[in-house]
Nanobody, 126 residues
Framework: QVQLVESGGGLVQTGGSLRLSCAVS????????MGWFRQAPGKEREFVAT????????YYADSVKGRFTISRDNAKNTVYLQMNSLKPEDTAVYYC???????????????????WGQGTQVTVSS
């Protein structure tokens, strides 16, 4: 069973930065495509970013492109989401997700993923 644990959320002012981490159990982390999603109050969960197992392919939602960076350290079984120039509309619970392998495309749908973390709250004050 693969387990994902997010951390790094918190309260930050507009324009500030946070780095989220997602630690993943398992010995074949490098084979997993990883994604970040978020869910704001009263809204559906939405795609944020994807990174393939090798880290060579990434995708971003238009709303975060140029501000957020997804990365991974396969030696540490961890995926990161560096969030800069934060806006109040970035306020949400952020979830990481994992699926073994990669067959092309952005993996921007929740249904592409098999494993989910419990989420970490990010609040951006205006």
């Amino acid at each position: 069973q693969v387990q994902l644990v997010e951390s790094g959320g918190g309260l930050v002012q507009t324009g500030g930065s946070l780095r989220l981490s997602c630690a993943v159990s398992g010995r074949i982390f490098r084979s997993y495509t990883m994604g970040w999603f978020r869910q704001a109050p009263g809204k559906e969960r939405e795609f944020v970013a994807t990174i393939t197992g090798s880290g060579t392919i990434t995708y971003y939602a238009d709303s975060v492109k140029g501000r957020f960076t997804i990365s991974r350290d396969n030696a540490k079984n961890t995926v990161y989401l560096q969030m800069n120039s934060l806006k109040p509309e970035d306020t949400a619970v952020y979830y990481c997700a994992a699926v073994q392998g990669y067959s092309g495309g952005a993996y921007d749908a929740e249904s592409r993923y098999d494993y989910w973390g419990q989420g970490t709250q990010v609040t951006v004050s205006s």
